[in-house]
């Protein structure tokens, strides 16, 4: 029997409220090798070309953290069953055993205690070996490479590896391939869905700075969830140079087999989403004999928190800046610029990367204001955001029950004016996203170039749903094909670009490593003459805010050296239908990286902050990379 032309690969979407399943398919990559020339310059250079199908995804409730404690035979038939019985109607038979599954758990999980979490993802592997026949990864349930939690900024990179798959950005430099000639490698629009291609937003930006072409070639990416929110982007050259180490590489192989890297900024606020930032907010509040007055609940609502009850102001401005001290901009920023919560980035260059939020970001815009087709506008979007806060909840009762606001659920409209308020504080004030001139003040001068927000909330691309599972399943496929001749031969994965004092290949986070006598013998000298060079520094200079620089630098620096003296080097996946001379991504150990939840006091009552490896000046303790906690970012 003559072997399949088309893999396969089901992602598992193990969010807090749910879990969705989705396929994806592509043609085999040693028969695109023999083919290779009869594809354009254009596929050829390209990552793998994905297929799937909108009857080929299922979501069902709840979220799989809620089995915690819960029987091993309700979480098969209530949860995981569903979801396998869904991809067998779907891939074919004699695909299983070469088709992997990725049960990968997100925020929800990362908020269960590590044992309970790590018993419940440990059933789920073991179930899905006991009564299938996917394929689980080297080592199966031993080493447990496909079923684990993957942290805020894991799922940051593979969302923006999906937004720039769908927008054509995924294609190697060669000479004769223009940025005009991206397309959507789904379907036939060249529309980008309203957005400007990137020649014109380079033409618009400045016609005659040609370096920008090159750097603009990818999107940024935001998502907000019920309980993170993360950013991705690649920074100008400028900002990558002096960032260096606060990038993760990005390989993939395109599928003539030569490799592509990007430099990746990523970070990830737990506690930030949009029902979390919610739940701090209501903690912010002051309550009198029982009763909270809320300004972002509207009028004539009144809702339950707690033992408390819960009265709406329907007060916009109130409202925001209610919201506004949630971003945790006073904390200090110990390594400049921060972002917010203390949060250190690459300065965001809006006028060469353009934006695409996800989830929340277009969640309220387009059910709530029925902005679906238009560019994003902050007056717009503000004024849409005032009237709707301010309105008499009966009124928004009677359109939802006359079929208004996208028919969602009532709950979601008690909520809404607060997430539409989140929303424009953390991407104005947080992020920093220009605000524009209001319509009718635009500048009258036709020499002016005209103002195009950065930003555009979106749901589909080319009618296929923006999501993280798409960007995990572009990394599997590419790390299936084989490399060219001439091509570096290294393993395809997500990892730290490596130091200017290690020559070693890159370092993928969660590998089972070997030492590195090399490093190791580096690196405790290098740290004491380091110590030294800080100490001259500090007493020439004397000042502090030198001091907190150093001390991040070299606190940075020496984590990386341990790091790498155990992580040099990592096990592959190497699947079935992987040919020997194809060498495979590893798979990302990723967990939770949340230490003790402080209690931040206030005048009014006490907050509770979840922390992560990146939320500096809260706490947050390091911790060596292991099985159970994840090797993606160490603690600053």
Request: aromatic residues 8%; negative net charge; charged residues 20%.
């Amino acid at each position: 029997m003559a072997p399949s032309k088309r893999r396969y690969g089901v992602v598992v979407d193990a969010g807090s409220s749910g879990s969705r399943v989705f396929i994806y398919s592509w043609e085999d990559a040693l028969l695109q090798q023999k083919n290779l020339g009869q594809l354009s310059l254009l596929e050829q250079n390209s990552v793998t070309k994905l297929h799937s199908e909108k009857e080929w995804k299922k979501k069902i409730f709840p979220g799989v953290s809620s089995f915690a404690g819960r029987s091993r035979d309700e979480l098969w038939s209530e949860h995981v069953k569903p979801l396998v019985d869904h991809v067998m109607d779907h891939v074919p038979k004699s695909a299983i055993p070469s088709t992997p599954i990725f049960f990968l758990a997100t925020a929800g999980m990362r908020l269960l205690d590590e044992p309970v979490r790590e018993h419940l993802l440990n059933t789920v592997c073991e179930l899905l070996a006991t009564n299938t026949g996917f394929y689980l990864g080297a080592g199966g349930c031993a080493k447990r490479p496909n079923v684990e939690i993957i942290d805020g900024e894991v799922e940051g990179l593979y969302g923006w590896l999906g937004l720039n798959y769908l927008a054509g950005s995924l294609v190697s430099k060669v000479e004769g391939l223009k940025s005009r000639d991206l397309r959507l490698p789904l379907g036939e629009s060249q529309d980008l869905a309203s957005l400007q291609s990137r020649d014109e937003l380079a033409d618009v930006k400045n016609p005659h700075d040609e370096s920008r072409l090159s750097e603009s070639s990818t999107l940024g990416f935001m998502d907000m969830g019920g309980a993170s929110a993360q950013i991705a982007f690649v920074p100008n050259a400028t900002e990558t140079a002096r960032h260096l180490d606060d990038l993760y590489q990005v390989r993939l192989r395109s599928v003539n087999g030569q490799l592509q890297e990007w430099n990746v900024f990523v970070s990830t606020w737990l506690g930030f989403g949009a029902n979390e930032a919610r739940r701090r907010y209501l903690e912010t509040l002051p309550a009198v004999e029982g009763i909270i007055s809320d300004p972002c609940l509207m009028k004539g609502l009144t809702m339950n928190y707690g033992d408390f009850k819960v009265i709406g102001g329907g007060d916009f401005s109130a409202c925001m800046a209610n919201a506004s001290p949630l971003l945790m901009k006073h904390l200090p920023c110990t390594d400049h610029p921060c972002l917010f919560n203390g949060v250190h980035a690459p300065a965001l260059d809006f006028s060469m990367t353009k934006f695409i939020g996800i989830s929340e970001y277009w969640y309220t815009s387009a059910d709530i204001f029925g902005l679906r087709e238009e560019d994003y506008n902050f007056h717009v979007f503000s004024h849409k955001t005032q009237e709707y806060c301010s309105r008499d909840w009966d009124d928004i009762v009677a359109e939802s029950e006359e079929g208004g606001f996208n028919k969602i659920s009532r709950d979601k409209l008690q909520v809404a004016c607060f997430k539409a308020t989140w929303v424009l504080t953390i991407l104005h004030e947080g992020f920093g996203v220009p605000i524009g001139p209001m319509i009718g003040e635009e500048s009258e001068d036709p020499t002016d170039t005209p103002f195009v927000s950065p930003f555009k909330s979106l749901e589909t691309f080319d009618d296929q749903e923006l999501s993280w599972t798409l960007g995990k399943m572009v990394l599997y496929s590419s790390s299936q094909v084989p490399p060219a001749k001439n091509s570096d031969d290294r393993e395809v994965g997500v990892g730290y670009v490596p130091s200017m004092l290690d020559g070693s290949t890159i370092v993928i986070p969660g590998g089972e490593g070997r030492t590195s006598e090399d490093i190791g013998f580096l690196s405790l000298p290098l740290v004491f003459l380091l110590v030294i060079a800080f100490g001259v520094v500090y007493f020439l200079l004397g000042k502090t805010k030198v001091t907190g620089g150093i001390i991040n630098q070299l606190s940075r620096l020496t984590q990386r050296l341990r790091w790498k003296k155990t992580l040099e080097s990592v096990d592959l996946e190497s699947g079935p239908v992987v040919p020997p001379t194809c060498r495979s991504s590893s798979a990302l150990d990723l967990s939770e990286m949340r230490s003790n939840t402080p209690r931040l006091q206030t005048s009014q009552s006490s907050i509770n902050i979840p922390t992560t490896g990146r939320f500096k000046g809260l706490g947050m303790n390091s911790r060596a990379p292991s099985r159970s906690s994840s090797a993606t970012r160490l603690a600053e």
